[in-house]
């Protein structure tokens, strides 16, 4: 399978925990997305890295959250301190700039839940 | 400022019917919009998309009409099947300017058999 992989699948943690989840994007793709859903909601953009820089940061990327793209594979998104409101789910997506290619592929997406 | 906006929120329809969902957004630098469909449980997968400089787009039993002077596009989803029923989300981006999607409200289709 060479799609979108994101690691855990679903975390539960206690308010105040820090947790951390990675993202595998499509071995060829440059960009890679961050967004959060909640339920019965659309996808609601985070954060978004070219290779390894990170370009933009939405205004709901509070300071708890911080986000990594080592070596422009892989990446890492950590909540420190993490509170009741950040239940959902994070979508990762991955896509090719340039050549013509706008598509956004998502991971099967990683549900927290604070309690 | 809700840039996307969706209807109808849910919708029902015969096996054999078209299902119709219909997009409005306000930004007018965007410039790309995909179509995605959603099954409980997992991440959104791409359906179909349209730049502005075409009106109709059709991939199979799937099409998207749009107007750029109303600033309003939609999904026809032809012959709908049980398989169908799923969430669709528009959405939409900005190339020039990091491509991230501004995603609608959602719309919960139901075929039923």
């Known amino acids: 399978d060479t799609g979108v992989s994101q690691d855990p699948r679903h975390k539960i943690t206690k308010r105040g925990q820090n947790v951390t989840f990675r993202c595998d994007p499509i071995s060829e793709h440059n960009r890679l997305y961050w967004y959060r859903q909640t339920l019965g909601q659309g996808p609601e953009f985070l954060t978004y890295?070219?290779?390894?820089?990170?370009?933009?940061k939405s205004r709901l990327l509070s300071d708890r959250f911080s986000a990594e793209r080592p070596k422009g594979s892989f990446s890492t998104l950590e909540i420190q301190r993490t509170e009741q409101g950040d239940s959902a789910m994070y979508l990762c997506?991955?896509?090719?700039?340039?050549?013509?290619?706008?598509?956004?592929?998502f991971g099967p997406g990683t549900r927290l839940t604070v309690t | 400022q809700q840039q996307v906006k969706q209807s109808p929120q849910s919708l029902i329809v015969q096996k054999g019917g078209i299902s119709i969902i219909n997009c409005a957004y306000e930004?007018?630098?965007?410039?790309?919009f995909p179509w995605y469909q959603q099954f409980p449980g997992k991440g959104p997968a791409l359906l179909i998309a349209i730049r502005p400089d075409v009106s109709e787009k059709k991939e199979g039993r799937f099409t998207i009409s749009f107007n750029k002077s109303a600033k309003q596009f939609s999904l026809h989803i032809m012959d709908s099947q049980p398989g169908d029923s799923a969430t669709y989300f528009c959405?939409?981006?900005?190339?020039?300017?990091?491509?991230?999607?501004?995603f609608g409200e959602g719309t919960q289709l139901t075929v039923n058999p």
């Open positions: 959405a939409a981006s900005a190339l020039t300017s990091g491509s991230r999607l501004t």
């Open positions: 930004n007018t630098a965007f410039d790309y």
């Open positions: 890295f070219q290779n390894e820089a990170q370009l933009e």
């Open positions: 997506a991955s896509s090719l700039r340039g050549s013509g290619g706008f598509e956004q592929y």
